[in-house]
């Protein structure tokens, strides 16, 4: 990103107006690792096209969250950066999605309902500072799980109270429950390629998710096209292995594939061939690791959200400063794959004499 | 607690002969946070008030877990503040209480059993010691969470030993296992009140729960009246979002959110009005979570005892270091709410110029 | 271990052709902390004793665990002791043996079996060096956690794979699959014992598992005195709590005890009366555990492998530094209980006047 662009990508990052809105945009693009009010718009965009109960309602959890970290006057630069928000907006996405008769366009919320959505998204936040405080000495960031985590947690209970109206989860969570037998076909890919970008926001719209990918795209090229090939590579291998049809067109096996390649992809490792094989290594092992999430958690009604990607994102990470074959970027200094590639040329070549 | 107070409450912490029985009683008081041998005296008291079987299994608990610190030659000041004992006790009664047929009065123990509910009160001086290693760069305590993970592990192998007589789980676990239709009465609230800090220490008796909250009061009003706060907030909120009045009578929504309560208001936070306002956010969110967990671990038959607290307090504890609008108090230096509050009123204003 | 035996044991540690051999052998030494190569080769020799198959299965794991440390340009120090390799050998152990019509011997791997295989081994070395980052503020080992954490992530996704055969679980995998009627006999004990140590590396065959003891000797007779002890200790504890006669004979309440013992007998703690009594405590707790773990698993199908093992002993060590009673080895200096003695004797008694 140059510096002119910066700015203008800036220009409302301290405005005493219109600062929030800016904050909050980049939470929504902080789901896809995108710092950028832009990209952010152009997501909330690509939801409110798909329905506009999950736009407003992405909207609700990126404000509560932030509001809440404001609240606990927590770091100004990091609530800035959207930081706060992104778990916010996913778990009042999945707690609606996963309560919803219809999954595809989700229904309008009881007011009960709302409240406890709003508590859930202010909880994000204290989570996203605990989670990060846990794993600062570990110079790695806390994903999506403070969204994992507390969507687990307030799913299995708001099925169970009686003011809050709620059905079974609408949508299948396990490849066991989709039929083994049909062939895959063109839409196979295309639509799974497209619906496994909008799963990561739980829109079960392949046209959606190509939009996200447009969002991510202005702010890093790298990133949008590590996500295509997260999500193609995983229904490539599910094909492969012989994962049931109708999972792989509706996304599932690929959107924590997409996500892991976007984050390995570039944006914590400085891109080489190397840390792309190593990307490509991890966009296979999600693309397993999706299905035996998904089976584990079944017989008790759970789905996956992205769990999986912030496993294999961890695990892989944990350890990449024992791996002189890559070049880490603490989360303090990752911003795009592009700049982090740039920033490692321009510093002096310490890494290559190390051994 | 003035100085003249702290020197008659610690009279025999340094005994020759009655300094073991002045640290087994403050382990008895420290499961409720209250470092005085008179409040664990107390609420022994209001254990044997209950049950003389569950009185002794308390004393059993404590005393093996205190030696098993002995033997091990831990620190000597952890070991004489009761801090070793409080998992040993928790974890006796719990293993009791699921194991009898009948949960109110408890069982007497085989032989057997005896066996092994002392093993497994000492291996929760281990667990306290290993938890506190691991939670020491985060500077938050293990709470109660030795008991949860070693009385987890314990119940289950217990159910299916030949030579051990254990009934199925006798008491109810879930808020699912309760009639949706009863009506909410007078004694929902105030029996729900007392049972709720009755069944920190596995006690469905709502007299022992007031007793108990005498026994705090002894050491610290703020704490005791915490406790009656969480634990009316919590039958509250179960009521608001349309909980089971069994499961609200019987206080099983309030006692991790009675615990929160204590932890968050005053004792690991200086007490402000926001502090109180967050305790209250931790005591809503720990009512709904009780709900959760149940639900996630009925399936394998499996109670939820103090999980609830320990996570929601632990993921509100990690990062306060990071919200300025808190003022932590860490675990080396947690006395009482009322002490702490008079040393951070006669500390220098630093926290106020932070920002 | 003297310096003339060490010369000869490391004789093809740093040789250009045969050095990585030796890494690996050391590997398959590494499931029971013998770092020695000749260990290796017993332990093998007695796999194809066994079975053909696990052993070449073994020798695939350990390769591709190794290769891929090597290609990420791990510590060297590490690949050549054979730590990057162990957990590549069990974990396709682990994926063979539980997806075999006929545990006991295994059944060759498909094509596309063998392709998760190498990736699930690969993984294996990603989540070493992971882990080890992650406990390293502790000095702990990662133990065998990194193939418990993939074994049981790739056995949930391989079940469910359509060009994966694979039947359901062959093999018992909780004591209530087992007849509670049968009477204990003399082969209760020692087919018992070898077995325990066979279900290291889940050979089903006694008489493997006394080769591996053999194995273990070459290099340290107390960890192979300490081996035999730990599932000796485990058979009679499980029997006096009325285990089931064919688990017993199986050894299956005595393999993660077995472990337990090596590692808490001398290996990580030097050995002395005191640890000697701590760590029969450990296997104490690690046969009870151990049927805890497997009846919380059941349900979802999965073998407990080496969890016990792995929790119980990084319970017993984490808060080490904090008991004077032990003299801990940090993971780095550890090396066989024999030299962990002679080193300790030899330092300055520094220990001894802490209190």
Redesign the interface.
Known sequence: MSQANLSSVDMFRDHPALGFVDWCLRGVGQVVFQNNPLSGLIILLALFFNSWIYGLVCIAGVVAATLMAL?????RGLVRDGLFGFNGALVTLALVAFTSANFRVGHVPSG?MVV?LL?AA??TA?????????LA??RISALTAPFVLTGW?????V??????EAGPLAKPVS??QYD?AVAYVLPTWYMGIGNAIGQIFFQDNWISGYLIILGIAVNSRISAGMALIGAAVAALVAA????PEGAIRDGLFGYNAALTAIALGGFFLVLTWRSFL?AL?GV??ST??W???A??LK??GMPVLTSTFVLVT??????Q??????VPVPPAEATTPEDNMRRHRSAPAAQVSR?
């Open positions: 609240a606990l006057q927590a770091d009960w406890y508590f202010a909880m204290v989570v996203f500072q605990s989670l990060s405080a846990l000495p570990y947690l307030f799913l299995f209970a099925l169970k109270f009686a003011s809050i490849p066991e083994a492969l292995f012989g994962g190593y290594f296979v092992i397993w690791l299905a035996s999430i089976i584990f017989p008790i961890w695990l892989m990470l944990l350890g400063y024992g791996f002189r074959a890559l051994d």
